[in-house]
């Protein structure tokens, strides 16, 4: 995840992210945006014309960072932690601590995101008038950016499931049925029938020899496709909150001392086996958990460096990092809590005394066993 990923900045307490497949877009937008700039102002030199392709692509992408930035700052409103916002090619993805548990809050933070950008393309209107004699070519980037802001406002509040105005849809079902599962039914119905939609014009507009026909029907396959994931996962995420840890059990690590190194530990428990994790200590007391994965790439990338061995001390995730549960916990929110804090595992403790820990896969595997379903 995060060797996908650049770190840009940090936002109001939130992270922001790249996503190395992003960089190539954003070039390939500021040139095809340069290009375009041509039409409009046929006499500018290429400078001029890069420049303004550069700002377009810029822009645009602060509209996407904006409107993750509704979602994570209404979130934040209701007490949910937002961590981070990671943007790709097509859209970024604001990382919160949970999901809504209410149908205000999901209301209110599905709306924002795209709510910023009908916002933030009326000031943009508005900038791009007051500058439509004086600057002409500032006029006409506000003028272009506002425009898409308003069609990417407009199209995520589309009431299809999992788009941002299928989630306002369930909310809203969901808050007038006080059923979350039938309201994911519908919501997920709509996005079955706009994806539906999308294609139906995708072929029609084939038909017409319309170029852009292609699209609308790649369009629609995503959507369908997002509408029975999202659908599926909502699914799940109500099927875990019924199981408790205690239902689930926990399991006992291996525990090795924290002044082993590397190639000790290395040499002592791998033997090209799957994935296991184990408990690091201090003598008596747990001081923090390091996984054979973690050991084998900080082993690779040793090799490359050639920096000193480092001891399990220096490798482990420290104790304190991870968020505790207690037996009451459901599944869905540990599931939730593993993905907030990008961890596999999370320590039980019970009476302020440590129990075990749950695994992913114990969680995995419970749902196969007892729903059929894979996760
Ligand atoms: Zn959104």
Redesign the pocket.
């Known amino acids: 995840m995060f060797e996908s990923s650049i770190k840009l900045g940090t936002i109001m307490g939130i992270h922001v992210r790249l996503s190395r497949s992003w960089i190539l877009v954003f070039g390939v937008t500021a040139l095809l945006m340069s290009e375009y700039v041509r039409m409009e102002f046929p006499a500018w030199n290429p400078f001029q014309r890069y420049l303004w392709g550069l700002a377009a692509s810029l822009l645009f992408f602060f509209s996407v960072l904006l409107?993750e930035l509704g979602?994570s700052l209404a979130a934040r409103f209701f007490g949910i932690r937002a961590q981070s916002i990671t943007l790709h090619p097509f859209g970024g993805i604001a990382k919160l601590a949970r999901e809504a548990l209410t149908p205000v809050e999901e209301f209110w933070i599905a709306l924002s995101?795209?709510g910023v950008n009908l916002l933030f393309g009326g000031l943009l209107a508005v900038l791009g008038l007051l500058t439509a004699t004086t600057y002409k070519g500032v006029s006409f980037l506000m003028h272009e950016v506002s425009t898409i802001n308003f069609v990417f406002g407009a199209f995520?509040l589309l009431p299809g499931f999992p788009l941002?105005g299928g989630r306002t849809f369930r909310a809203l079902i969901w808050w007038l049925t006080k059923d979350y599962r039938k309201a994911t039914q519908y919501a997920a119905v709509s996005g079955q029938i706009l994806a539906a939609l999308f294609m139906m014009f995708g072929i029609f507009f084939v038909f017409e020899k319309q170029g852009l026909g292609f699209i609308w029907f790649v369009m629609g396959l995503y959507l369908l496709s997002a509408a029975r994931t999202g659908y599926e996962q909502a699914e799940l995420r109500e099927l875990l909150r019924t199981i408790t840890v205690n239902d689930l059990g926990w399991e006992e690590l291996p525990q090795v001392s924290k002044t082993l190194s590397l190639l000790e530990f290395l040499a002592q428990f791998d033997f090209g086996m799957r994935d296991r994790s184990f408990l690091v200590m201090d003598g008596q007391v747990i001081v923090g958990v390091v996984s054979l994965q973690e050991a084998r790439l900080a082993h690779e990338q040793n090799q490359l460096t050639g920096e000193p061995i480092p001891t399990l001390a220096d490798l482990m995730t420290p104790i304190e990092r991870f968020e505790r549960i207690s037996p009451q916990t459901d599944l869905g929110s540990v599931v939730e809590k593993m993905e907030y804090s990008e961890v596999s595992l999370l320590p039980v403790v019970a009476n302020n005394e440590f129990q075990g820990f749950v695994g992913r896969e114990a969680i995995t595997n419970i749902v196969r066993q007892r729903f059929g379903h894979e996760t």
Request: a negative charge; aromatic letters at 0%.
């Open positions: 409107h979602h995101g795209p995520n941002d």
